[in-house]
């Protein structure tokens, strides 16, 4: 029988060989293309979110489960189309002009779409007009912004500007090191979020979860192998835990989530 678990667990693991195996599987089966993303896929990468935004796995980690359930997800896009299975919405993402850093921004783009989003990624270096032109031309419902640089963050407020100003209904989401909650409200954003999971909850508390690729909840998943080793076992923690790293200053919307990470030069 066509094992989801399994399924959320290889994604979790980033197992690029067992995954298209037991995608395969349960294809034979008679599972739907629909069933596998919402039950396997989508509840495998929200679990790997999770464990980022709980600092239990890291940017490596996070991106090897990423590349295995894009590399499934585009075998499976051409069932999904022909089942009839729309993206959620349309984003458009980018990290503004100015500013070059682009492996945050590729985060975020990977787990939004992961979550059911079509994501344009409009790259670096973008102009609000290179984002609203973006919007436009793919009927997209929000933007997601990033910046690295305390000189390019000011572009935002641009952005959103420009955004209010060209008259589509359009929500701005912005992010990015040097970023907060409190900066987001200042310029008038929509959202803020601070890592590549609290974007996809920013989106889909903007656009709406609702629609055809809503995940179930993913039954209880180990941690990845990778994940494990690759820490060292000072670091290893009681989940329940407060971390023992608290940011001198969180972000307003962070819900006290503390960032092991080092991250040298954040605000
Ligand atoms: C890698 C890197 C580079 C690479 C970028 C390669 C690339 N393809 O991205 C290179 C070498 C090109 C580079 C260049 C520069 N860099 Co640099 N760089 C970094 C470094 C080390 C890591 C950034 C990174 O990728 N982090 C990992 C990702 C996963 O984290 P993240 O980007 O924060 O993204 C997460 C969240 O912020 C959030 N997020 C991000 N975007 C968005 C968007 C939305 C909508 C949402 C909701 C969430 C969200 O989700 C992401 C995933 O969880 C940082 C140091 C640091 N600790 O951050 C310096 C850093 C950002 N760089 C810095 C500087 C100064 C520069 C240069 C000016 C250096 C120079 N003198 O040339 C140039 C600028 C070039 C330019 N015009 O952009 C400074 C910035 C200081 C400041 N306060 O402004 C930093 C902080 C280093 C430092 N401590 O001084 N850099």
Do not use: W
Not at 72 to 85: D, N, R, S
Not at 143 to 154: D, F, G, I, Q, R
Request: aromatic fraction near 2%; hydrophobic fraction near 45%; include cysteine.
């Amino acid at each position: 029988m066509a094992d989801m678990n399994a399924i959320c667990q290889a994604v979790l693991q980033g197992d690029r060989v067992t995954l298209p195996k037991l995608v395969d599987a349960a294809l034979r089966e008679g599972v739907s293309a629909k069933d596998i993303l919402n039950n396997g896929l989508i509840a495998g990468i929200r679990r790997v979110g999770d464990l980022f935004s709980k600092n239990e796995i890291f940017v490596p980690e996070m991106l090897i489960a990423a590349r295995a359930m894009n590399e499934t997800l585009e075998k499976l896009q051409p069932l999904l189309t022909a089942q009839g299975v729309q993206p959620k919405g349309t984003v458009v993402a980018g990290t503004v002009k100015g500013d070059l850093h682009d492996i945050g921004k590729n985060l975020v783009c990977i787990m939004v779409r992961g979550a059911g989003y079509k994501v344009i990624d409009c790259g670096v270096d973008c102009a609000a007009e290179k984002f609203i032109a973006a919007a436009r031309e793919n009927k997209a419902q929000a933007v997601l912004c990033s910046a690295l640089l305390t000189t390019t963050m000011p572009y935002m407020k641009t952005v959103v500007d420009e955004v209010k100003a060209s008259g589509l209904p359009l929500k701005v989401v912005i992010g990015g090191a040097p970023v907060t909650k409190t900066y987001a409200d200042k310029i008038g954003a929509d959202g803020y979020g601070a890592d590549a999971n609290e974007a996809v909850l920013v989106t889909e508390a903007l656009l709406g979860a609702a629609g055809p690729a809503v995940a179930a909840k993913p039954k209880a998943v180990a941690k990845p192998k990778a994940a494990a080793k690759a820490k060292p076992k000072a670091k290893a923690k009681p989940k329940a835990k407060p971390k023992a790293k608290p940011k001198a200053k969180p972000k307003a919307k962070a819900k006290a989530k503390p960032k092991a990470r080092a991250r040298k030069g954040r605000r």
